[in-house]
């Protein structure tokens, strides 16, 4: 597999791609849909498949993706078809190994966790109460051989389980080797800690103007990453301006 396309744009949704005035994302849109033959469009995203493909279908004004990484990097698919990129989605499968049950024993009885109402095959996602959430919860999770992801975004606050080692960076690094695409011609933007691993990847980044205050403070000793004053689309495109490659 391998892309003729000279930039691979890796973007969040809910407060990045999603993100701005309708007059700014029109705008932003028409230029995405524009550059498609030289853009090649990845979302990077929390949200499950179903949504993502309903989300797509009720709103056709917005730029399709070329690829999909989701639930906060536990699944890949073609954006067109939506068929699992199967050498990356495989790693995942094994990184996780049916463990949903296992989580959700381990986790039953953990003050300020509530199992959220999506069931992702290969993570398990709570909402976290901050007042009372413990770190030995964390601790247990991370005793027991996963990962955990906790970032917020508007009034939710969000608790996920995940395979060692796989989040939306760690995924998004294994599908540029899988497609033999340059890393040095892929930006990734985002605005929440789940888009942190994003980041830590050495990748190009663009964290937007309106990104939570623990993201901001992660950044700031990261070199690679360009915080923009901009929120949302507008965010990104100043990003791409800065980088040459608008």
Not at 127 to 138: E, F, K, R, V
Request: glycine content about 8%; overall charge negative; aromatic content about 12%.
């Amino acid at each position: 597999m391998n892309s003729n396309h000279s930039l691979l744009l890796a973007t969040d949704l809910d407060g990045t791609f999603l993100g701005g005035t309708h007059q700014e994302r029109s705008e932003f849109y028409q230029y995405i849909h524009n550059q498609q033959d030289r853009i090649l469009l990845v979302y990077v995203t929390g949200r499950e498949l179903d949504w993502i493909s309903n989300f797509l279908v009720e709103n056709p004004h917005i730029p399709k993706p070329d690829y999909i990484i989701g639930d906060v990097g536990t699944t890949i698919v073609n954006g067109k078809t939506f068929e699992p990129i199967s050498a990356v989605q495989d790693w995942i499968i094994k990184q996780w190994d049916n463990a949903n049950e296992q989580v959700k024993n381990l986790l039953a009885n953990e003050p300020g966790l509530k199992l959220q109402s999506v069931n992702p095959d290969y993570r398990v996602s709570y909402y976290y109460d901050s007042a009372i959430l413990q770190p030995s919860t964390i601790q247990k999770v991370i005793d027991a051989g996963f990962d955990c992801i906790i970032s917020s975004y508007d009034i939710y606050f969000y608790f996920d389980v995940m395979p060692k080692g796989v989040s939306k960076g760690p995924t998004l690094l294994k599908f540029l080797s899988e497609i033999n695409f340059n890393a040095n011609n892929t930006i990734a933007c985002g605005d929440t800690l789940n888009d942190l691993s994003l980041f830590e990847t050495g990748l190009k980044g663009i964290a937007v103007g309106n990104s939570e205050p623990r993201l901001i403070e992660k950044i700031q000793i990261m070199e690679n990453v360009y915080h923009s004053p901009y929120p949302g689309v507008m965010g990104i495109w100043d990003g791409l301006k800065v980088y040459g490659k608008d």
